[in-house]
């Protein structure tokens, strides 16, 4: 058992190579005793070890909680987690917390509401000073158990003494205090832990690359793309999302787009461009990352940027940049169940590239004169994709439908205006209807916009799954996601 930097070259490698191979166990943590990607409220956690067996998976204030441990990118600047990593210790009054990108390590412990660097090495030295790293974090150190009480200044969780633990609760454990119920809601009798899935790389490949498509702007495709990548996602599908627009709104609407100045941008370098720059380097898995707060469970996403404007000059002289994407794909096909691709509004080498990429089309629609009027633009451009398609050696690009989206609620528009809207598109564009509607309401705006203060307002966009589940927009949602799983054929 062993670790070398050389080893991770982007973050899922980091998970994998150095923490679960190689970290974990060298602490003495057993599989039953740490959980990934846990979600909790609104945190969403790399990594969380415990000083017992957790199986169940309960987190609670009975949770003998030990370390939060954050991977990141080893092209990542650890500084910029730094924030994120003292919310999570001080929301859940965690002693110790861990950020690494492969090429260095920090350890920081919580003392109070601040965080104190008490170690940091690089990559390399890790397993040389993996002693000194137990010592602080191992799971049979001689420092104390944490409890979430302990060290905390935070008035939502003053130091109780045994004479002020309510009756009938345990004094011989710890945690065992009250806490406020909006951090630690009863648990159910039987919880479920969120924890991201684990699927077999040997199952058989059944991914289904969706376009969401349409040469008219503001139409919704993006609301679209975002919401049925979550709620497919939530069905337990493992889903990719891939922005190829250079306005980057699917990128941000996951909560990729975190930086404020142009010298902490951390996408210029590593997004779709370099999938189709090169046939050579840059694979989904170097250029891929998770949604940060976006949906439980994350998404992965494949980030554009706006420097994708510039680059298109220099890949139209590179024929063979139409099909990368597809030879890129084909390499993954056993990792994800669905990649959904959203387009620029244009007919331009990105909007193509999707096209050739995908299995089927979604067009989202309003359903107004203006974005019908480009529908045969639309089908137009889809026949000219499929004689490329044919000559690569894949079948027509498959119609799932008009998507009607963005429509307006008004019982009386829906009365008269709507069927007469919905009449046309077979009738007149002979393109078929999707039964599936997404209406325009406040809430998919909020939910996109929404942000949280840590001393500044940072941008945190939801689903709108996670961010009103029971809001009829997200049922809208998961109609649609059901709606996609039976026409293209996969299992519910």
């Known amino acids: 058992m062993s670790f070398h930097p050389d080893l991770c070259r982007n973050e899922s490698e980091v998970e994998s190579k150095l923490i679960v191979s190689y970290l974990l166990p060298a602490l003495g943590y057993t599989p039953d005793s740490w959980h990934q990607e846990v979600a909790f409220i609104s945190l969403r956690l790399g990594f969380l070890a415990f000083n017992t067996p957790a199986i169940p998976f309960v987190l609670d204030a009975n949770s003998p909680m030990r370390v939060v441990i954050e991977a990141k990118s080893p092209k990542q600047n650890l500084d910029r987690n730094r924030r994120k990593l003292k919310r999570y210790l001080t929301k ?18 919580r003392l109070g509401d601040e965080i104190e660097l008490v170690f940091q090495c690089r990559g390399g030295e890790i397993e040389a000073r993996i002693e000194e790293i137990n010592a602080l974090i191992g799971k049979d150190s001689r420092n104390p158990k944490q409890t979430l009480d302990s ?10 003494g045994a004479e002020s633990i309510p009756e009938g609760v345990s004094k011989d454990i710890p945690f065992s205090i009250p806490f406020p119920e909006e951090l630690f809601p009863e648990t159910p009798i039987q919880p479920k832990p969120v924890v991201e899935q684990n699927f077999n790389n040997q199952r058989k490949a059944t991914l289904k690359v969706i376009a969401v498509y349409h040469n008219k702007g503001g139409v919704g495709k993006t609301t679209v793309a975002v919401n049925l990548a979550a709620a497919l996602r939530k069905r337990g599908k493992k889903v990719l999302l891939i922005d190829i627009d250079a306005q980057s709104n699917s990128t941000f609407a996951t909560g990729l787009l975190k930086f404020i100045f142009e010298e902490d941008d951390n996408l210029r370098d590593n997004n779709v461009y370099h999938l189709l720059e090169s046939g050579e380097f840059c694979f989904i ?19 554009s940027h706006i420097t994708l404007i510039e ?8 024929g ?6 597809v030879t890129k794909l084909s390499r993954v096909e056993k990792e994800y169940d669905f990649v959904i691709i959203d387009t620029p509004p244009s007919r331009d080498l990105y909007a193509e590239v999707a096209l050739i990429a995908a299995d089927h089309l979604i067009i989202p629609s309003d359903l107004k004169p203006f974005a019908n009027q480009g529908l045969p633009s639309v089908t137009q451009f889809i026949s000219q994709v499929d004689e490329f398609r044919e000559m690569i050696g894949k079948k027509p690009l498959n119609i799932l439908g008009v998507l009607p989206s963005k429509i307006s609620p008004n019982p009386k528009f829906l009365q008269y205006s709507f069927p007469k809207q919905k009449r046309v598109i077979p009738g007149r564009y002979g393109i078929p209807l999707m039964d599936s509607i997404i209406y325009e309401r406040v809430l998919l705006s909020q939910c996109t916009n929404h942000t949280s203060a840590l001393g500044e307002e940072i941008p945190e966009p939801k689903s709108i799954l996670e961010y009103s589940p029971e809001s009829l927009s997200s049922g809208e949602f998961q109609a649609l996601a059901l709606e996609v799983l039976t026409k293209t054929g996969i299992d519910l």
Not at 92 to 109: A, S, W
Not at 285 to 303: H, L, Q, T
């Open 92 to 109: 859940l009054q965690v002693k110790y917390g861990v950020l690494t990108n492969g090429k260095e390590m920090r350890i920081y412990e």
């Open 151 to 160: 060290r905390s200044t935070d008035s939502n969780f003053p130091h109780l």
């Open 285 to 303: 898995s170097d250029v891929a990352r998770k949604s940060e707060g976006f949906n439980n469970p994350e998404i992965e996403v494949i980030p």
């Open 311 to 318: 680059g298109q000059y220099k890949l139209n002289q590179i």
């Open 320 to 325: 063979a940049s139409k099909t990368r994407l």
